[in-house]
């Protein structure tokens, strides 16, 4: 699955350039240049990570990753930005960020940041593998699995299952499901997740799985092992 990252960055060609270098690296990046641009974006859309810098117009980065972790927003954010002293790393950790990367920085470090927090996340796992219980995946074949037989999914039921696998443990609204995986440029609305699920626990049901993908009333759902 393409992981989306979000970058915030108020200087033109720094921003170009850290957009270019990920999407050399096949990552799905959007971009915003003030503080509150880059909030509104991150409270309405899924991504997978958040680049910020401290320094915005509109809102500053550490009022941004603020609100977004009082209003349960867990998305990692990695900081860039040019002051280094230890006060302000402090303070920018202090705030929510879960990392920090001092302008100027080498691209292969930033991209082993990315990486790691990534990582850290559950969005990516060492040597490429993602399971999580029983359920795993076989990226050559574009399939899941269940203790090593082939659910013989669809492209859209893999990538949903992936994203519960990545998100395992946490609620996840019909709207982010969405977003996430049909995107919102689709013509369809957010009940044909309803109908993918359903798809989903009716080809884990016969390995006794399908009570893993927990419906959270009202919100959404939620994948956790019985």
């Known amino acids: 699955m393409t992981m989306r990252v979000l970058v915030v960055e108020d200087d033109r060609a720094l921003r170009k350039a850290v957009v270019n270098i990920l999407q050399d690296e096949d990552y799905l990046t959007e971009e915003a240049e003030a503080g509150d641009e880059g909030l509104l974006l991150a409270e309405t859309h899924t991504y997978d990570l ?44 202090d705030a929510g960020a879960d990392d920090y990367l001092v302008k100027p920085f080498a691209v292969e470090e930033l991209l082993a940041r990315i990486r790691a927090l990534l990582r850290r996340d559950g969005k990516l796992a060492p040597e490429g593998e993602l399971s999580y219980g029983p359920i795993s995946f076989l ?11 082939a659910l013989k999914l669809t492209s859209t039921e893999y990538e949903l299952l992936q994203y519960l696998v990545q998100n395992r443990e946490q609620i996840l609204s019909r709207s982010q499901i969405f977003d996430r995986i049909w995107g919102l440029d689709s013509e369809a609305n957010d009940s044909i997740v309803d109908l993918y699920i359903h798809y989903l626990r009716k080809k884990l049901t016969p390995f006794g ?13 939620m994948l956790k092992e019985v």
Do not use: N, W
């Open 139 to 149: 990226p050559k074949e574009h399939d899941g699995c269940v203790q090593g037989t």
């Open 50 to 93: 958040l680049v910020l810098d401290i320094m915005l117009p509109g809102m500053d980065g550490l009022s941004l990753i603020k609100r977004l972790r009082t209003k349960g927003v867990k998305t990692p954010a990695l900081f860039l930005t040019a002051k280094d002293s230890v006060d302000a790393r402090v303070r920018g950790l």
């Open 209 to 221: 799985c399908e009570q893993m993908i927990r419906t959270v009333r009202g919100i959404g759902y």
